[in-house]
T-cell receptor, first 113, second 112 residues
Framework: KAGVTQTPRYLIKTRGQQVTLSCSPI?????VSWYQQTPGQGLQFLFE???????NKGNFPGRFSGRQFSNSRSEMNVSTLELGDSALYLC????????????FGQGTRLTVV | GENVEQHPSTLSVQEGDSAVIKCTYS??????FPWYKQELGKRPQLIID?????GEKKDQRIAVTLNKTAKHFSLHITETQPEDSAVYFC???????????FGSGTRLSIRP
């Protein structure tokens, strides 16, 4: 069974641009959540999607958004990029919501210059 | 609010000794507590987890304990080996959501 796949692996963008990251969950998994990892703030929850609906959202500005498609693949979008958005963005998939193992993708390393 | 505190932030132990990492969570709605290991440049990987109806769980050299009353949980690694060097994250998950609240991480170094 294929693992969680994130694309692209690396990305360099300029301040003010926007970016879209993609996450394909493990086949059969319907829950996808996104996290931002930075040296200073650690791993922070961005949002969770289940059955194409955003179920939870973390404390990030509205520039961060996402969606989930009917095949459970998810995308996150960051508009008007700032230098502080440079981070590793990880997605995780779970078979169901809640108390179950989450499997992480390898992440997308975003650098904003 | 939802918060997980983790201590210590760095830990160095002699190979063969034990390592203990402690976490505290704030929201009593948490009922699932996974621990992740992240090696440099790699994704977090689950090493052990415990649910709120269990007080202790062991898997070879790794054990986790949970005190639900005090909202404390801990990771114990015995007979540490060089390959245990990594950053370890504790986490709390809420019963009806796939929303992981992570601790700040512990960088574990094993001295030869």
């Amino acid at each position: 069974k294929a693992g969680v796949t994130q694309t692209p692996r690396y990305l360099i963008k300029t301040r003010g641009q926007q970016v879209t990251l993609s996450c394909s969950p493990i086949s059969g998994h319907r829950s996808v959540s996104w996290y931002q990892q930075t040296p200073g703030q650690g791993l922070q929850f961005l949002f969770e999607y289940f059955s194409e609906t955003q179920r939870n959202k973390g404390n990030f500005p509205g520039r961060f958004s996402g969606r989930q498609f009917s095949n459970s693949r998810s995308e996150m979008n960051v508009s008007t990029l700032e230098l502080g958005d440079s981070a590793l963005y990880l997605c995780a998939s779970s078979s169901v919501r809640g108390s179950t193992e989450a499997f992480f993708g390898q992440g997308t390393r975003l650098t904003v210059v | 609010g939802e918060n997980v505190e983790q201590h210590p932030s760095t830990l160095s132990v002699q190979e063969g000794d034990s390592a203990v990492i402690k976490c505290t969570y704030s929201d009593s709605a948490s009922n699932y507590f996974p621990w992740y290991k992240q090696e440099l440049g790699k994704r977090p990987q689950l090493i052990i987890d415990i649910r709120s109806n269990v007080g202790e769980k062991k898997d070879q050299r790794i054990a986790v304990t949970l005190n639900k009353t005090a909202k404390h949980f801990s990771l114990h690694i015995t007979e540490t080996q060089p390959e245990d060097s990594a950053v370890y994250f504790c986490a709390a998950v809420y019963s009806s959501a796939s929303k992981i609240i992570f601790g700040s991480g512990t960088r574990l170094s094993i001295r030869p």
